[in-house]
T-cell receptor, first 114, second 115 residues
Framework: QKEVEQNSGPLSVPEGAIASLNCTYS??????FFWYRQYSGKSPELIMF????GDKEDGRFTAQLNKASQYVSLLIRDSQPSDSATYLC??????????????FGQGTILTVHP | GAVVSQHPSRVICKSGTSVKIECRSL??????MFWYRQFPKQSLMLMAT?????????EQGVEKDKFLINHASLTLSTLTVTSAHPEDSSFYIC???????????FGPGTRLTVL
């Protein structure tokens, strides 16, 4: 079982719709959760991080965390063609020798079509 | 804030040569820097973690003698690929993290092509 799993997609949504990206993780000791966006040929760009159960909103983006279900998601409202990219879910555990290390999912390719 | 730079952005070299990649945090002190490698259509693979003033910690399967990492200051880490071979061709990305936080900020990456 992979430590961080994402549906690789591609996920295709029309412009203006809500895109929903999902991620599950296996380590119950995970404390911090991140969503990065990566355009083709570029490095990852941080979109949001979330530490606590519930929702966290930032502009058109909402991150949702459910630690009991070991599930984190990213909603993108009013999707735009410029949102077309690979979205990476990353998880960090709190302590021990792996402190600060991120484990990445394989990424979900999102395509927003006009 | 939280800007990380990398240099060079692209390098082409002959097999057997060594290549040095620099990673700098421009507006914060990076107590920890991470080096990743990414092959086409694959996710990021962590190569090593370096803390300022300490030896780097390498992930399993990563040769420490081939990928030399130095983190001499709170704003600079370097990765040297020694005796590069075509199979080392990849996208190398660094990230930096400040003290007491988990968030990593990524540099723009270095695309290495070994002929």
């Amino acid at each position: 079982q992979k430590e961080v799993e994402q549906n690789s997609g591609p996920l295709s949504v029309p412009e203006g719709a809500i895109a929903s990206l999902n991620c599950t993780y296996s380590d119950r000791g995970s404390q911090s959760f991140f969503w990065y966006r990566q355009y083709s040929g570029k490095s990852p760009e941080l979109i949001m991080f979330i530490y606590s159960n519930g929702d966290k909103e930032d502009g058109r983006f909402t991150a949702q965390l459910n630690k009991a279900s070991q599930y984190v998601s990213l909603l993108i409202r009013d999707s735009q063609p410029s949102d077309s990219a690979t979205y990476l879910c990353a998880v960090a555990i709190a302590g021990g020798t792996s402190y600060g290390k991120l484990t990445f999912g394989q990424g979900t390719i999102l395509t927003v079509h006009p | 804030g939280a800007v990380v730079s990398q240099h060079p952005s692209r390098v082409i070299c002959k097999s057997g040569t060594s290549v040095k990649i620099e990673c700098r945090s421009l507006d914060f002190q990076a107590t920890t820097m991470f080096w990743y490698r990414q092959f086409p259509k694959q996710s990021l693979m962590l190569m090593a973690t370096s803390n300022e003033g300490s030896k780097a910690t390498y992930e399993q399967g990563v040769e420490k003698d081939k990928f030399l990492i130095n983190h001499a200051s709170l704003t600079l880490s370097t990765l040297t690929v020694t005796s590069a071979h075509p199979e080392d061709s990849s996208f190398y990305i660094c990230s930096a993290r400040g003290a007491g936080v988990d968030t990593q900020y990524f540099g723009p990456g270095t695309r290495l092509t070994v002929l």
